[in-house]
């Protein structure tokens, strides 16, 4: 492997004169963090593209530290806009990861919040909860989900504006110890930027999660069972082909979060199946096999209620 940096002589001793970006990307361990993010998820093309990308100015900005060439460390502040079930929490993690190993934080550990973690309920109460997770998020990325639930305007006398002040302070005054990621649907975070323009000018990544496709969907739910030790057989396969057809166009289909629901209800049934109709010992294919009958009994596939799909 070539060597990541040459060294020429300096004022202070040996400094480098050229960097090997490409030594840099595999030794500092981003093309590990890069490789597991796209074997882990399915799809999310353009998420994993400015991943790729944030990763390439944060080696290029780190070569340049090095060399001595006027810098400013970047602004890692992002936002995550998407649906639910795509996503934004596992890449949130790989983040972490990314920024730890090229040492833009000191920690790599994600602290993962939601207005209640932050928010208290009487006055006085807002900053220390607040404090007391930055605190724990230092050295770290602080992922807060639903972000745009952490002020009420209809609520005069909500406490969630204290904690968005304490929020923007941190953000702007320790940015080199922490990174925050805004998480929440696209529409409502469009809004919370619009009513919260402190937190605009110091989110420099926004990146869109898309929904998954039918076929992106099968997938998961495939890498799903097996991580399970169970599998569709070619007719449950092509139920379940059919059922992630007519789930996504129900209420409250939350992508990949859907999809382990209905899996799970599926082994239910199947382990309901099983019990009933054995009569003797029963082998590990059947066992670990999900077939048409669990997926089809779904409500999903009934003209009548869709109660048991929409809640989840």
């Given at each position: 492997m070539a060597e990541a940096v040459s060294m020429r002589p300096g004022v202070d001793g040996e400094?480098?004169?050229?960097?090997?970006?490409?030594?840099?990307?595999v030794e500092s361990g981003v093309k590990d963090v890069l490789e597991e993010l796209d074997n882990s998820l399915i799809g999310l093309a353009p998420v994993k593209q400015r991943?790729?990308?944030?990763?390439?100015?944060?080696?290029?900005?780190?070569?340049r530290k090095r060399l001595g060439?006027?810098?400013?460390?970047?602004?890692?502040?992002?936002?995550?806009?998407?649906?639910?079930?795509?996503?934004?929490?596992?890449?949130?993690?790989?983040?972490a990861d990314l920024l730890h190993r090229l040492g833009y934080i000191r920690k790599g550990h994600l602290v993962s919040v939601t207005r209640d973690d932050l928010v208290g309920q009487y006055i006085g109460h807002t900053a220390p909860k607040t404090k007391e997770i930055l605190k724990k998020a230092m050295g770290g990325v602080l992922f807060?989900?639903?972000?745009?639930y952490l002020y009420r305007q209809e609520n005069?006398?909500?406490?969630?504006?204290?904690?968005?002040?304490?929020?923007?302070?941190?953000?702007?005054?320790?940015?080199?110890?922490?990174?925050?990621?805004?998480?929440?649907?696209a529409d409502r975070m469009d809004r919370f930027f619009e009513s919260n323009p402190g937190?605009?000018?110091?989110?420099?990544?926004?990146?869109?999660?898309?929904d998954y496709t039918d076929s992106e969907l099968l997938?998961?739910?495939?890498?799903?069972?097996?991580?399970q030790n169970y599998s569709l057989d070619v007719a449950g396969r092509a139920a379940m082909e059919q059922y992630i057809a007519l789930r996504r166009r129900q209420p409250h289909f939350a992508n990949a979060r859907s999809i382990r629901n209905a899996l799970d209800r599926a082994r239910l049934r199947?382990?309901?199946?099983?019990?009933?109709?054995?009569?003797?010992?029963?082998?590990?294919?059947?066992?670990?096999?999900?077939?048409?009958?669990?997926?089809?009994?779904?409500?999903?596939f009934n003209s009548g209620t869709m109660q048991e799909e929409a809640a989840s």
């Open positions: 400094v480098p004169s050229t960097i090997d970006l490409r030594a840099e990307y991943i790729r990308e944030t990763a390439a100015l944060l080696l290029v900005e780190r070569a060439l006027a810098h400013e460390t970047p602004t890692l502040h992002m936002s995550f806009s998407g649906n639910p079930g795509t996503g934004k929490t596992t890449v949130a993690l790989r983040m807060i989900d639903e972000a745009y005069e006398r909500d406490y969630g504006q204290e904690a968005i002040e304490i929020l923007l302070q941190v953000m702007e005054h320790q940015r080199e110890d922490f990174v925050v990621i805004l998480a929440g649907y937190f605009r000018s110091r989110i420099a990544h926004h990146i869109d999660f898309p997938r998961i739910a495939e890498v799903m069972l097996a991580k199947q382990a309901n199946r099983l019990f009933e109709t054995s009569n003797g010992s029963i082998g590990a294919d059947a066992l670990s096999t999900i077939v048409a009958a669990d997926i089809r009994a779904s409500r999903i």
